[in-house]
């Protein structure tokens, strides 16, 4: 009996959301192993820091927009929502895909490849915590403060929480790889002058 409710637990109503929330972490991730999280060099560009930052951000956040509709097509394809259930979740699909490359820029360009690793750990916690229903309260509690669960939470019923922590984790993100960036210049001049 208990192996029967595991079954029912990991193809339950949250089994779909949960898998898009968990690939489209993924293609994020996967969208900053291809490209660069700050392109150009921070020390020579003549962008703002905020700017460098966006210059890298666009063409991540195109990508997950799109994969965010993919995956809302191919749900659609399983799972036959009905129009307005599948305009919502398409919607989220689509916000969590940006919203993700956003944190997912943020990880490399704060941390390098370090981010990337703690990137992939984001995305298996992610899969632990929405499928295993007896894990410890600690691992439980960190995967509720993780960038995945409004994500995963907007894709089973959209709602302004959900909404608003994407925007949260987004604006964080940015602001954390701008800072990033910004030392890196201050630093970089520093040691310059220190040279001179």
């Known amino acids: 009996m208990k192996a029967a409710a595991e079954s029912d637990a990991m193809f339950g109503p949250t089994a779909i959301p949960l898998l898009s929330a968990v690939v489209l972490w993924f293609g994020a991730l996967a969208s900053f192993i291809a490209l660069r999280a700050v392109p150009g060099n921070p020390l020579t560009s003549r962008r703002s820091s905020f700017g460098m930052v966006l210059r890298g951000f666009w063409p991540a956040a195109a990508l997950g927009a799109g994969q965010g509709v993919l995956v809302a097509l191919i749900v659609q394809i399983i799972a036959a929502y009905d129009a307005a259930t599948w305009w919502g979740f398409a919607g989220f699909a689509v916000l969590a895909g940006v919203a993700f490359a956003a944190v997912n820029q943020a990880l490399v360009a704060v941390l390098g490849g370090i981010g990337r690793w703690i990137s992939a750990l984001v995305g298996v916690v992610a899969v632990a915590t929405g499928l295993i229903s007896?894990?410890?309260?600690?691992?439980?509690?960190?995967?509720?403060?993780?960038?995945?669960?409004?994500?995963?939470?907007?894709?089973?019923?959209?709602?302004?929480?959900?909404?608003?922590?994407?925007?949260?984790?987004?604006?964080?993100?940015?602001?954390?790889?701008?800072?990033?960036?910004?030392?890196?210049?201050?630093?970089?001049?520093?040691?310059?002058l220190a040279t001179a």
């Not at 403060?145 to 987004?170: D, K, Q, S, Y």
């Open 134 to 192: 007896t894990i410890p309260g600690w691992l439980a509690g960190l995967g509720a403060a993780m960038p995945t669960a409004p994500a995963l939470g907007g894709l089973i019923v959209p709602n302004g929480a959900a909404l608003a922590g994407l925007f949260v984790w987004a604006v964080l993100s940015l602001g954390a790889a701008t800072l990033a960036v910004a030392t890196r210049r201050t630093a970089s001049t520093k040691s310059v």
